[in-house]
């Protein structure tokens, strides 16, 4: 996908369908995500960049078939936790808008479209009771503890993840504009603009039809090395039976040489990780030409953990 936003003018209106104010975590929020839709948070798995879930786990949520349970994690907690004061923020920094929750939409047409956008912004004198109809724009709100993938505040340079989901909300709630009010390393507040792209939007809706597709079918994507594809695969077989399986040569191979190569490598890991950490001695950072590399925390006067700076840190 394109990383430039798109000139085209923002709507005016919304022309998506409104499904309903629903509670994350209820029989009506899942019955509205269940099935061969595909929502905003899916779409980038659908392509292969999401960094959370693969497309093959995707595919068998789709199917019906088992996937590991929902695990809480911080980050994602914390996200939870501070998307009413980010979004107030931003509120405070565009009295003329005011942001108000966006419900569950479809698209007028395509009712396999789903998406539940953060906020919808409205022009102010505002009601109380504003109906979508009024809404110009949509928000996202997001928080990150390192800002890798973000740009410069007032850009649209975003993470390609966060950029399929914008494009999937815009496409189908009708709105051409999303706005992004991100914090950042917990202080560290910016905003980002993204316009609809009628190229990238065909793009995801067409990956999207040949996904919902092949899930009908029964043709299954091949497997990955994402950690959740591992997890899904593990979930599938009920019950143990006592007997072989006899495996390809050339998969037996790549098993052996994959587990000498894991235990080169995690005695690489264990001695580079002495060394950085004896390099940081009482600092809190290793860096290298200005990248961030690891950083280390302690915990009653004693080192707790060395960890390294990743994309993957950055929450939903």
Not at 174 to 202: C, P, Q
């Amino acid at each position: 996908m394109s990383t430039s936003s798109s000139t085209k003018p923002a709507s005016t209106v919304p022309d998506g369908i409104l499904i309903g104010h629903l509670t994350p975590g209820t029989a009506a929020w899942d019955e509205a995500r269940a099935g061969l839709t595909i929502t905003a948070t899916e779409i980038a798995a659908v392509v292969g960049l999401s960094p959370w879930t693969s497309r093959f786990t995707l595919w068998h949520k789709k199917a019906g078939l088992p996937t590991p349970p929902f695990e809480m994690n911080p980050a994602v907690e914390w996200g939870n936790r501070l998307e009413d004061s980010v979004a107030a923020k931003w509120q405070d920094e565009h009295p003329g808008l005011l942001a108000a929750p966006a419900g569950t939409w479809q698209h007028h047409n395509r009712d396999w479209q789903r998406a539940t956008p953060d906020r919808l912004i409205y022009p102010q004198p505002a009601t109380e009771f504003d109906v979508p109809e009024q809404a110009v724009e949509l928000l996202e709100v997001k928080t990150s503890p390192f800002g890798e993938g973000w740009g410069p505040d007032g850009s649209d340079e975003i993470p390609v993840h966060y950029r399929c989901q914008a494009m999937w909300q815009m496409d189908t709630t009708g709105l051409r504009t999303t706005r992004f009010a991100v914090l950042i390393g917990g202080w560290d507040y910016r905003e980002y603009t993204v316009n609809y792209d009628e190229d990238d939007a065909k793009i995801l809706r067409d990956a999207a039809e040949r996904f919902l597709d092949d899930v009908r079918n029964n043709v299954r994507p091949p497997i990955d090395g994402a950690t959740d594809t591992y997890q899904t695969i593990r979930v599938q077989p009920d019950g143990l039976e006592d007997r072989d399986v006899e495996i390809p040569a050339e998969l037996a191979a790549r098993w052996d040489a994959a587990y000498r190569a894991l235990a080169t490598a995690s005695a690489d890991l264990t001695q580079v990780r002495g060394e950085v950490l004896d390099l940081i001695g009482d600092g809190k950072r290793a860096v290298c030409d200005g990248r961030r590399i690891a950083y280390r925390t302690v915990r009653d006067g004693a080192t707790y953990s060395l960890q390294p700076y990743t994309s993957k840190d950055t929450a939903a």
